[in-house]
Nanobody, 124 residues
Framework: QVQLVESGGGLVQAGGYLRLSCAAS????????VGWFRQAPGKEREFVAA????????YLANSMKDRFTISRDNAKNTANLQMNSLKPDDTAVYYC?????????????????WGQGTQVTVSS
């Protein structure tokens, strides 16, 4: 069983940055796709970014490609989301998710394991 723990959320002013990390316990991320999703109050959970541990391929939602990057740290077994130039609209709970078999990277339903989420609040 993979347990995911997110960290790095917090309160930041517009234009600032945050770096979220997703750590796995129970096993390594090898052969997994690890994704980041976010959910704002009253909105559906949306795809942010993902990384394939097998080959390091990265995927980013089009609306965030110019501000967010996703990376991995093999030694620490963490997936990291660097978020720059943050806007108030980025305020949400950010979730880490992982699964082995993914056909559509951005599909919430295909991710098997989820973390509890970390709050990101961007003030104007």
């Amino acid at each position: 069983q993979v347990q995911l723990v997110e960290s790095g959320g917090g309160l930041v002013q517009a234009g600032g940055y945050l770096r979220l990390s997703c750590a796995a316990s129970g096993r390594t991320f090898s052969n997994y796709v690890v994704g980041w999703f976010r959910q704002a109050p009253g909105k559906e959970r949306e795809f942010v970014a993902a990384i394939s541990w097998r080959d390091g391929s990265t995927y980013l939602a089009n609306s965030m490609k110019d501000r967010f990057t996703i990376s991995r740290d093999n030694a620490k077994n963490t997936a990291n989301l660097q978020m720059n130039s943050l806007k108030p609209d980025d305020t949400a709970v950010y979730y880490c998710a992982a699964s082995i078999a993914i056909r559509r990277i951005g599909n919430v339903e295909e991710y098997e394991h989820w973390g509890q989420g970390t709050q990101v609040t961007v003030s104007s």
